[in-house]
């Protein structure tokens, strides 16, 4: 099939090189051209495991090209996707100016009797199809065309993780596709065929339920996630075990053993906003969604909940004080920083007057973008905690989890750990003789 898929950031260049490894020719368009211009010459833009090896054997076949010219972009496309950003509004609900704005420019490029099914892949609002199909439709008649019967507009949210992007979008657990015409669902389960031999569903349903299962998944994770969380600040609060609680709950099925981890929040470029427009969303039905409101309160204080188990091991003063800082990304196995725990750490340590120095193996490039010199930044982990009064860890990175402990305890001035992703055993820790604090474990 020939797809064209609109914006290549994460959820689009994933997209767009799974669906060319199953042999389709896809074009990816994007407006920063320094992207399209370096994902041309064989540049990958994002690090995603897995994701460089299948990008450059595509765009060796030919399977696969970059262009910033949209009209260019989708002139042969049966199957046209908007992979593009929903960040919040002001409002908080997702602002829809980046989807709106194509629609518009493929109202002026569709031709009547040139029929093209055009998907929206980016998490949006109950309701955006509609608008999408009718921004479309008057973009067409201001131009003089009538293209009421050129598209179709199809909701396909998108579930992949980032980290395990690739194999999540290779295999997905399911395949959600919202549309009410035949036509349209015919062309998207040929598509997705490929990637669901093993036998996991393709669930096909109207357009408004397709939107609304993205925000409820997103929304019953961060709330899955939340829960934990304050189950862990109940734990220390009466000397139970977390680790304990977690491992004594996931067994059951009805509950299950993943999102149960406790830390520092959940971050990223997805729960964060999901939740809060869905929250908007369902006071604009006039409902009050309570759990989302608590989740959200829940977890922006979550992410600074180490700061004061640190002020209190310093006895208050922070200022003058140097901290190494483990992990910088929302997640390991990416370098996304957006909404990352870590980025608030720093700038309550910073507010505090303290300094930092921060290590991480993908996402210091971006890090720097933002944050520019006002941290350090070190080449490995353990330069990192070179004259540190401790180090702090701030994401679940594999090569964190089995560190050579005597090399921190001779780097850092005294052993301290704080520990935000709970990565180590509390009894290695007493004997190593660490000061070592984490979530929702205290030693007893
Ligand atoms: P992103 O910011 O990484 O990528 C968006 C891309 O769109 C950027 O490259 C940007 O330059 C481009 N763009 C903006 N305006 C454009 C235009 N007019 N024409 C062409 N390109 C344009 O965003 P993302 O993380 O890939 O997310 C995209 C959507 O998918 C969002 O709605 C997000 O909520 C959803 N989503 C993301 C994930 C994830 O893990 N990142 C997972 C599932 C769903």
Known sequence: MKITIVGTGYVGLVSGTCFAETGNRVVCVDIDQTKVDKLSSGVITIYEPGLEKLFQRNLKEGRLHFTTNLADGVKNAQIIFLALPTPPGEDGNADLKYVLEVAKDLGRILQPGDYKVIVDKSTVPVGTADKVRNTILESGKAEGKNITTAFDVVSNPEFLREGVAVSDFMKPDRVVIGTST?????????????????????????????ELTKYAANSFLATKITFMNEIARLCELLGADVDMV?????????????????????????????????????????????????????NEAQKTYIIPKIKTYFNGELKGKHFALWGLAFKPNTDDIREAPALYIIDALLAEGATITAFDPEAMNNVKGVKGEAIAYAEDQYTALKNADALIIATEWSEFRTPEFDQIAILLKKKVIFDGRNLFDLNQMQQLGYYYASVGRVIV
Do not use: H, T
């Open 182 to 210: 035949e036509k349209a669902s015919k062309i998207m389960g040929e598509l997705y065929a490929p990637f669901v031999r093993q036998g996991n569903p393709i669930i096909y349903m109207d357009e408004k339920s397709a």
């Open 246 to 298: 977690r491992k004594g709950i996931g067994s059951d099925e009805r509950i299950g053993r993943r999102f149960l981890f406790p830390g520092i929040g959940y971050g990223g470029s997805c729960l964060p906003k999901d939740v809060q427009a869905l929250a908007k969303s369902s006071a604009e039905a006039n409902y009050n969604f309570k759990i989302l409101d608590a989740v959200m309160k829940v």
